[in-house]
C-alpha cells in the first residue's frame, strides 16, 4: 500500500510540475506577446511621426502634404479599435504618393528631403517585420491556449486573449527598394 501511495505521489508531483511548466511556457509567451506590441507600437509611432514631418516639411507638393498629413494624424491620434483601420490607411496614402520611384528622387532633390526618404524608407521597412514578430507571439499563445490542459486547468488565469494587429502594411516600391 506504501508503495502505490508513493507512486501516486510521484505523478501528482509529475504532473503538477508540468502544468506549472506549461504556465510559465504561457506567461512567457504573454510577456513575449506585450514586448513585441510595444516594439510595433514604436515602429507604427515612428512612422508616423516621419511621414508628419515629411509632410510639414515643405518637400511635397501642398496637396500629397496635407493628405499624407491628415493620414499620419490620424494614424497617431486613432482609438485602440480603430488603429488598425486608420495604420492601413496611412499605408494607402503612403503607396499612394511614394507609388513611383520620380516621386521619391523628387523628395531626395529638395533641401534636407536625402535623409528624410531616408528615415522614412527604414520606416516602412521596419513596421512590417515588426507586426510579423507581433503575430508570431500571438500565434504561439493562442495555439498553446487551445490545449485542452490549459483550459481544464485555466493555466492562462485572466490574462486575455491574445488578438493579431491585422493591417495593410505594403511599403511603396519606391521606398522598399531604397537602401
Do not use: C
Request: charged share 25%; net charge neutral.
Amino acid at each position: 500500500m506504501t508503495s502505490t501511495l508513493i507512486w501516486i505521489a510521484v505523478a501528482l508531483v509529475a504532473i503538477g510540475l508540468y502544468l506549472s511548466w506549461t504556465a510559465g511556457r504561457l506567461d512567457r509567451l504573454h510577456a513575449r506577446i506585450d514586448a513585441a506590441r510595444a516594439a510595433l507600437d514604436a515602429q507604427l509611432l515612428r512612422r508616423a511621426s516621419v511621414a508628419q514631418e515629411l509632410a510639414t516639411s515643405g518637400v511635397l507638393d501642398p496637396a500629397a502634404s496635407i493628405v499624407l498629413y491628415e493620414a499620419a494624424h490620424a494614424a497617431r491620434q486613432a482609438e485602440e479599435e480603430h488603429r488598425e483601420v486608420a495604420e492601413s490607411d496611412l499605408s494607402e496614402t503612403l503607396r499612394a504618393i511614394f507609388g513611383e520611384a520620380q516621386q521619391v528622387e523628387a523628395v531626395r532633390e529638395a533641401p534636407g528631403g536625402d535623409d528624410a526618404a531616408r528615415e522614412l524608407a527604414q520606416a516602412v521597412r521596419r513596421v512590417p517585420m515588426a507586426r510579423r514578430f507581433h503575430n508570431d507571439a500571438v500565434r504561439a499563445a493562442r495555439a498553446l491556449r487551445r490545449h485542452r490542459k490549459v483550459r481544464w486547468f485555466r493555466l492562462a488565469g485572466h490574462a486575455p486573449f491574445p488578438m493579431a494587429f491585422e493591417m495593410d502594411d505594403e511599403p511603396p516600391a519606391a521606398l522598399a527598394d531604397r537602401s
